[in-house]
Protein backbone atom coordinates (compact mmCIF):
# COMPACT_ATOMS: atom_id res chain seq x y z
CA UNK A 1 0.00 0.00 0.00
CA UNK A 2 1.28 3.54 -0.67
CA UNK A 3 0.72 6.32 0.88
CA UNK A 4 1.35 9.81 -0.13
CA UNK A 5 1.65 12.78 2.40
CA UNK A 6 2.97 16.38 1.64
CA UNK A 7 4.81 18.48 4.07
CA UNK A 8 6.18 21.97 3.96
CA UNK A 9 10.01 21.90 4.32
CA UNK A 10 10.69 25.69 4.88
CA UNK A 11 8.76 28.84 6.15
CA UNK A 12 8.41 30.58 2.95
CA UNK A 13 4.93 30.48 1.24
CA UNK A 14 4.57 28.64 -1.82
CA UNK A 15 2.59 29.48 -4.83
CA UNK A 16 0.26 26.81 -6.45
CA UNK A 17 0.95 26.06 -9.78
CA UNK A 18 -1.56 28.29 -11.95
CA UNK A 19 -3.85 25.50 -13.37
CA UNK A 20 -6.60 27.64 -14.88
CA UNK A 21 -6.40 28.39 -18.32
CA UNK A 22 -7.36 32.00 -19.52
CA UNK A 23 -9.35 32.13 -23.41
CA UNK A 24 -6.67 33.23 -26.36
CA UNK A 25 -7.29 36.61 -27.03
CA UNK A 26 -9.73 37.72 -30.15
CA UNK A 27 -7.40 39.40 -32.50
CA UNK A 28 -8.90 43.05 -32.64
CA UNK A 29 -10.21 42.79 -36.10
CA UNK A 30 -12.39 39.91 -34.77
CA UNK A 31 -13.70 42.16 -32.04
CA UNK A 32 -14.50 44.99 -34.29
CA UNK A 33 -16.39 42.88 -36.74
CA UNK A 34 -18.45 41.23 -33.12
CA UNK A 35 -19.01 44.40 -32.07
CA UNK A 36 -20.49 45.89 -35.25
CA UNK A 37 -23.03 42.96 -35.37
CA UNK A 38 -24.27 42.76 -31.86
CA UNK A 39 -22.52 45.69 -29.96
CA UNK A 40 -20.04 46.47 -27.40
CA UNK A 41 -21.31 43.56 -25.27
CA UNK A 42 -20.51 40.86 -28.10
CA UNK A 43 -18.06 38.05 -27.36
CA UNK A 44 -16.43 35.73 -29.86
CA UNK A 45 -16.94 32.34 -28.57
CA UNK A 46 -15.68 30.77 -31.74
CA UNK A 47 -13.56 31.38 -34.79
CA UNK A 48 -12.39 29.87 -37.90
CA UNK A 49 -12.98 27.85 -41.13
CA UNK A 50 -16.36 26.82 -38.74
CA UNK A 51 -18.61 26.04 -41.79
CA UNK A 52 -15.80 23.82 -43.78
CA UNK A 53 -16.24 26.05 -46.30
CA UNK A 54 -12.64 27.85 -46.89
CA UNK A 55 -13.91 31.37 -44.64
CA UNK A 56 -13.28 32.07 -41.66
CA UNK A 57 -16.51 33.11 -39.29
CA UNK A 58 -17.09 34.35 -35.83
CA UNK A 59 -19.40 32.45 -33.74
CA UNK A 60 -20.58 35.93 -31.84
CA UNK A 61 -22.82 35.46 -28.52
CA UNK A 62 -24.67 38.82 -26.66
CA UNK A 63 -24.46 36.63 -23.03
CA UNK A 64 -27.38 37.41 -20.46
CA UNK A 65 -26.30 38.85 -17.49
CA UNK A 66 -28.43 37.84 -15.36
CA UNK A 67 -28.61 33.79 -14.83
CA UNK A 68 -32.15 33.15 -14.86
CA UNK A 69 -33.94 31.27 -12.15
CA UNK A 70 -34.87 27.41 -11.80
CA UNK A 71 -32.70 26.45 -14.99
CA UNK A 72 -30.29 24.11 -15.61
CA UNK A 73 -26.67 26.05 -15.89
CA UNK A 74 -25.43 26.41 -19.21
CA UNK A 75 -24.71 29.04 -21.75
CA UNK A 76 -27.68 31.63 -22.12
CA UNK A 77 -27.59 34.19 -24.49
CA UNK A 78 -29.83 37.37 -25.93
CA UNK A 79 -28.45 37.13 -29.28
CA UNK A 80 -25.85 35.03 -31.56
CA UNK A 81 -24.64 35.68 -34.71
CA UNK A 82 -22.28 33.83 -37.02
CA UNK A 83 -19.79 36.25 -39.72
CA UNK A 84 -18.20 35.27 -42.15
CA UNK A 85 -15.24 37.16 -43.76
CA UNK A 86 -15.81 37.22 -47.82
CA UNK A 87 -13.36 39.28 -49.84
CA UNK A 88 -11.88 41.04 -46.95
CA UNK A 89 -15.31 42.31 -45.92
CA UNK A 90 -17.91 40.71 -42.64
CA UNK A 91 -20.71 39.83 -44.05
CA UNK A 92 -23.46 38.57 -41.23
CA UNK A 93 -25.21 34.86 -42.17
CA UNK A 94 -26.66 33.55 -38.78
CA UNK A 95 -28.46 35.66 -36.67
CA UNK A 96 -30.57 34.48 -33.47
CA UNK A 97 -32.34 37.29 -31.84
CA UNK A 98 -36.01 36.98 -31.40
CA UNK A 99 -36.26 34.19 -33.98
CA UNK A 100 -33.16 32.45 -35.80
CA UNK A 101 -32.95 33.43 -39.36
CA UNK A 102 -30.55 33.47 -42.59
CA UNK A 103 -29.94 35.75 -45.41
CA UNK A 104 -32.79 34.09 -47.15
CA UNK A 105 -35.45 34.37 -44.07
CA UNK A 106 -36.76 32.92 -41.08
CA UNK A 107 -35.97 29.20 -40.61
CA UNK A 108 -38.56 25.82 -39.99
CA UNK A 109 -39.06 25.24 -36.46
CA UNK A 110 -38.59 29.07 -35.37
CA UNK A 111 -41.19 29.85 -33.06
CA UNK A 112 -43.72 32.36 -33.83
CA UNK A 113 -44.02 34.90 -30.49
CA UNK A 114 -40.53 36.48 -29.85
CA UNK A 115 -38.22 34.77 -28.13
CA UNK A 116 -36.20 37.18 -25.76
CA UNK A 117 -33.45 34.47 -24.03
CA UNK A 118 -32.08 31.33 -25.56
CA UNK A 119 -30.06 28.26 -24.36
CA UNK A 120 -26.93 27.69 -26.89
CA UNK A 121 -24.91 24.45 -26.99
CA UNK A 122 -22.67 24.29 -29.73
CA UNK A 123 -20.04 21.64 -30.73
CA UNK A 124 -17.60 21.32 -33.64
CA UNK A 125 -18.47 18.34 -35.54
CA UNK A 126 -16.65 16.61 -38.87
CA UNK A 127 -18.84 18.19 -40.67
CA UNK A 128 -18.72 21.52 -39.25
CA UNK A 129 -20.59 23.88 -36.65
CA UNK A 130 -23.59 22.77 -35.22
CA UNK A 131 -25.87 24.81 -32.55
CA UNK A 132 -28.50 23.99 -30.56
CA UNK A 133 -31.19 26.65 -29.88
CA UNK A 134 -33.85 26.01 -26.89
CA UNK A 135 -36.09 28.92 -25.93
CA UNK A 136 -36.18 29.40 -21.96
CA UNK A 137 -39.44 30.32 -22.05
CA UNK A 138 -41.94 29.91 -24.97
CA UNK A 139 -45.77 30.78 -24.04
CA UNK A 140 -48.03 27.98 -25.20
CA UNK A 141 -45.93 25.35 -25.01
CA UNK A 142 -45.20 23.10 -21.74
CA UNK A 143 -41.73 22.16 -22.52
CA UNK A 144 -39.34 24.13 -25.22
CA UNK A 145 -38.42 22.15 -28.44
CA UNK A 146 -34.13 22.31 -29.20
CA UNK A 147 -33.54 23.71 -32.55
CA UNK A 148 -30.62 22.17 -34.21
CA UNK A 149 -28.74 24.68 -37.09
CA UNK A 150 -25.56 23.64 -39.32
CA UNK A 151 -24.33 24.58 -41.98
CA UNK A 152 -25.85 23.01 -45.17
CA UNK A 153 -23.14 23.19 -48.31
CA UNK A 154 -25.54 22.65 -51.02
CA UNK A 155 -27.82 25.46 -50.55
CA UNK A 156 -24.55 27.70 -48.64
CA UNK A 157 -26.00 28.73 -45.84
CA UNK A 158 -26.82 27.93 -41.98
CA UNK A 159 -30.09 26.00 -42.15
CA UNK A 160 -32.22 24.37 -39.25
CA UNK A 161 -32.77 20.45 -39.33
CA UNK A 162 -36.05 18.94 -38.79
CA UNK A 163 -37.08 16.92 -35.25
CA UNK A 164 -34.93 13.81 -36.42
CA UNK A 165 -31.97 16.36 -36.70
CA UNK A 166 -31.30 14.46 -40.22
CA UNK A 167 -32.66 16.47 -43.34
CA UNK A 168 -32.45 20.45 -43.68
CA UNK A 169 -35.55 22.48 -43.74
CA UNK A 170 -36.29 25.41 -46.28
CA UNK A 171 -36.82 28.74 -45.04
CA UNK A 172 -39.80 30.90 -44.60
CA UNK A 173 -39.86 34.85 -45.64
CA UNK A 174 -42.49 35.41 -42.82
CA UNK A 175 -43.48 33.90 -39.79
CA UNK A 176 -47.28 34.85 -39.90
CA UNK A 177 -50.30 32.82 -41.00
CA UNK A 178 -50.18 33.06 -44.65
CA UNK A 179 -52.70 35.09 -46.31
CA UNK A 180 -56.10 33.65 -47.72
CA UNK A 181 -57.57 35.49 -50.09
CA UNK A 182 -60.91 35.59 -51.67
CA UNK A 183 -61.77 35.40 -55.02
CA UNK A 184 -64.69 37.35 -56.71
CA UNK A 185 -66.59 34.93 -58.74
Not at 59 to 87: C, H, W, Y
Request: aromatic content about 8%; overall charge negative; hydrophobic content about 40%.
Amino acid sequence: MLLLTGAACSSAPTSAPNVAKSAPAVPPEYQAAAQSVLGDESEVLLSGDLAHNGHIQLLIVNRLLKMPKNVVPGLFVSRAAIVEKDTGDWHEIFLADEHLKNSDGFLAGTPLTPVTDWRLHYEQQPTGLAMYFTPLQQPGTERPVTIEVRWNPAAKRYQSLDRDFKHFLHETPSLGPTPEFLMKQ
